[in-house]
């Protein structure tokens, strides 16, 4: 047992965690010895049965506070995930079980409409991503800074992967959505849409799921996890890189592109009668700019 851990100095294991040129940061802090108290009890109250030393979970604490921010960082840090973290970083079977029962399970619902079989997928690549060392290097989820909630971080890195996924599987591509499904998420509870002839809905999707199959693979992803799978602007810019508003544009590009070839298609088919293909353009445009306008505000 160490010196410090003898004199019950949490602050002492944190400072032997730190380059004793940062010492300094520390003795800056008010309170750290109650704080690092109350956020350690904090986090064994909520993982009871995870048993995490002192001198584990401070040197990972310490990894986890950047210069010039320590203060900062120990005022908001979210104790109990990071513990949890850790804990799951070395490995320890109740933290694991924990993980899956309070993280993972809430995930699937995070992941938009994506088939049981690709969110199990998302599930099972997410675990060894975060969970699986390779080599010498640590499990990733050693690398969750604690600064926000974990469920949050973890369904950030799930819609990164389900993104990698869907964008490489082409059994998830938007034409291969039952016609249902293209017109009512393209018409939810239009009465516009509920008033055509049958024959008219029907060439509607037809028409739709020919326009959607000609489109280039990128703006067919951007599409898909937009409309069918429910991904944000700010999921998407997550999975894209670049900006907020960069994506947007890419998006909204996508959307003329497969108005261009709806009317392409529908043109022939409506060319004796103008008023019905405007019609029908005309609600596909409609829906879509609601279903776009969150993303362009």
Same mark, same amino acid.
């Given at each position: 047992?160490?010196?410090e851990?003898?004199t019950?100095?949490?602050?002492?294991?944190?400072?032997?965690?730190l380059?004793?040129?940062?010492h300094?940061?520390?003795?800056?802090v008010?309170?750290?010895?109650e704080?690092?108290?109350?956020h350690l009890?904090?986090?064994?109250?909520?993982?009871?049965t995870?048993?995490l030393?002192d001198?584990?979970?401070?040197r990972?604490?310490?990894s986890?506070?950047?210069a010039?921010?320590v203060?900062?960082?120990?005022?908001?840090v979210?104790?109990?995930?990071?513990?949890?973290a850790?804990?799951?970083?070395?490995?320890?079977?109740?933290a694991?079980?924990?993980?899956?029962?309070?993280i993972?399970r809430h995930?699937?619902?995070?992941l938009g409409r994506?088939?049981p079989?690709?969110v199990e997928?998302?599930?099972?690549?997410?675990?060894?991503?975060l969970?699986?060392?390779?080599?010498?290097?640590?499990?990733?989820?050693a690398?969750?800074?604690g600064?926000?909630?974990?469920l949050?971080?973890?369904?950030?890195?799930?819609?990164?992967i389900?993104?990698?996924?869907?964008?490489r599987d082409?059994?998830?591509?938007l034409v291969?959505e039952?016609?249902?499904?293209?017109?009512?998420?393209?018409?939810p509870?239009?009465?516009?849409y509920?008033?055509?002839?049958?024959d $008219? &809905?029907? *060439?509607l999707? +037809?028409?739709? %799921?020919?326009a959607? #199959?000609?489109?280039?693979?990128q703006? =067919?992803?951007? !599409?898909?996890?937009?409309?069918?799978?429910?991904f944000?602007?700010?999921?998407?810019?997550?999975?894209?890189?670049?900006?907020?508003?960069g994506?947007?544009r890419?998006?909204?590009? $996508? &959307?003329? *592109?497969?108005? +261009?070839?709806? %009317?392409?298609?529908? #043109?022939?088919?409506?060319?004796?009668? =103008?008023?019905a !293909?405007?019609?029908?353009?005309?609600?596909v445009?409609?829906r879509?700019?609601?279903?776009?306008?969150?993303?362009?505000?």
């Amino acid at each position: 047992m160490s010196k410090e851990r003898q004199t019950d100095s949490l602050t002492g294991l944190l400072k032997e965690a730190l380059p004793a040129e940062r010492h300094a940061e520390l003795e800056a802090v008010e309170g750290l010895e109650e704080l690092l108290r109350r956020h350690l009890e904090e986090a064994r109250t909520q993982w009871p049965t995870s048993h995490l030393s002192d001198e584990t979970f401070l040197r990972h604490l310490a990894s986890q506070l950047p210069a010039g921010k320590v203060s900062e960082v120990l005022c908001v840090v979210q104790a109990a995930d990071l513990y949890l973290a850790c804990a799951c970083s070395t490995g320890e079977p109740s933290a694991l079980a924990a993980f899956e029962r309070h993280i993972l399970r809430h995930i699937p619902a995070r992941l938009g409409r994506l088939s049981p079989s690709v969110v199990e997928e998302v599930l099972q690549v997410l675990r060894e991503r975060l969970l699986v060392a390779r080599g010498n290097t640590p499990p990733k989820i050693a690398s969750y800074g604690g600064r926000g909630p974990l469920l949050t971080w973890v369904g950030i890195v799930a819609a990164r992967i389900a993104g990698e996924l869907v964008g490489r599987d082409e059994r998830l591509q938007l034409v291969a959505e039952p016609p249902e499904e293209l017109a009512r998420l393209l018409a939810p509870d239009d009465p516009e849409y509920a008033l055509l002839r049958e024959d $008219a &809905r029907q *060439l509607l999707v +037809e028409s739709l %799921r020919k326009a959607v #199959a000609v489109l280039p693979e990128q703006e =067919r992803a951007l !599409l898909r996890l937009h409309h069918f799978h429910g991904f944000t602007m700010d999921r998407l810019t997550l999975m894209y890189g670049g900006s907020r508003s960069g994506v947007a544009r890419r998006v909204a590009d $996508a &959307r003329k *592109l497969l108005l +261009e070839h709806v %009317r392409m298609e529908l #043109a022939p088919r409506l060319k004796q009668d =103008r008023l019905a !293909l405007e019609s029908l353009l005309g609600l596909v445009s409609s829906r879509l700019d609601i279903s776009l306008q969150g993303l362009l505000d």
